[in-house]
C-alpha cells in the first residue's frame, strides 16, 4: 500500500488499524505464535477450536491443541517444531494440520504460515472443503 501521506505516524496508525481490522473481522482463524506458543489469535479461531475465550487457547503450544500423531505419521509435538523452525528460513508455509477441538473432536484443516523478521509465526486454519479454490490441493491429502 502507498500513500503519499506526509505524516508517516499517522500513516502507520491507520495501516495498525487496517491490518487490526483485517485480523479481527477474517472469516479464517488466524492464531499468531512467538517463542512456540499461541500469543493472540481472532475470533475465528476461538469459534472454529470450540474454546470459550481467548484465554483457553493462549500460551499453549500447537501440539497441545492436536492429536499425538498428524496423518503423515509425524507427532504433532516434532511437526510442529520443524514448521516453526522452517518458518524463519522458508517465510511461507502451506501444510495440513488436524487439531483438536476443546470437546475433542478433530478438526482437519489446511495451514498456511507466514512469518517476518520478528520472530512471530501467524498461522492461517481454513476449510478447504467449502472453499473451491483449494479442491486440488486439498485432495492431495485426502
Not at 24 to 52: H, R, T, W, Y
Not at 59 to 70: A, L
Not at 94 to 107: C, I, K, N, P, Q
Request: proline share 5%.
Amino acid at each position: 500500500m502507498v500513500r503519499k501521506d506526509s505524516d508517516q505516524s499517522s500513516t502507520q496508525t491507520a495501516d495498525g488499524n487496517l491490518y487490526q481490522a483485517l485480523f479481527d473481522n477474517s472469516p479464517d482463524a488466524i492464531l499468531i505464535v512467538k517463542d512456540s506458543k499461541f500469543v493472540e489469535c481472532n475470533q475465528s479461531a476461538i469459534d472454529m477450536l470450540g474454546f470459550l475465550d481467548m484465554d483457553e487457547l493462549l500460551q499453549s503450544h500447537p501440539s497441545d491443541i492436536s492429536p499425538e500423531y498428524q496423518p503423515d505419521g509425524q507427532t504433532s509435538l516434532d511437526k510442529a517444531n520443524k514448521i516453526m523452525a522452517n518458518a524463519s528460513s522458508q517465510h511461507r508455509q502451506r501444510f495440513e494440520w488436524v487439531h483438536l477441538r476443546a470437546d475433542g473432536g478433530s478438526l482437519r484443516r489446511l495451514s498456511s504460515s507466514i512469518t517476518k523478521p520478528l520472530n512471530y509465526c501467524i498461522k492461517q486454519l481454513y476449510d478447504p472443503v467449502n472453499d473451491p479454490t483449494t479442491d486440488n490441493l486439498y485432495s492431495k491429502y485426502s
